[in-house]
């Protein structure tokens, strides 16, 4: 079992930047795969960046390569979302999501996800 906390949403204007972070306690944070999914209103939840255990191999949504970066400190038990040039179609809840069965072919999924926390909203101004 684990718990995770999301935290560092917020308001932020069209190009701006914000860093999520997701807090986890429980089992051993490594032995997960983690990802960060989101939901828009009236959208169903899509996949945004997964991260391998090690933290070695990342993997993106084609809408958001090159402007997010996930990232994840084992000693720390926290995944990282860092979300750069940020558009008003990037608002959202976001949540984090660990893994100990899903593979690079299906983390996309988010059936394949065990845990998941509360989420956290992100809004983005135009």
């Known amino acids: 079992q684990v718990q995770l906390v999301e935290s560092g949403g917020g308001l932020v204007q069209a190009g701006g930047s914000l860093r999520l972070s997701c807090a986890a306690s429980g089992r051993t944070f490594s032995s997960y795969r983690m990802g960060w999914f989101r939901q828009a209103p009236g959208k169903e939840r899509e996949f945004v960046a997964a991260i391998s255990r090690s933290g070695g191999s990342t993997y993106y949504a084609d809408s958001v390569e090159g402007r997010f970066t996930i990232s994840r400190d084992n000693a720390k038990n926290t995944a990282y979302l860092q979300m750069n040039s940020l558009k008003p179609e990037d608002t959202a809840v976001y949540y984090c999501?660990?893994?100990?069965?899903?593979?690079?072919?299906?983390?996309?999924?988010?059936?394949?996800?065990?845990?998941w926390g509360q989420g956290t909203q992100v809004t983005v101004s135009s």
């Open positions: 999501a660990a893994s100990t069965s899903a593979t690079a072919t299906t983390q996309y999924l988010s059936a394949r996800y065990e845990y």
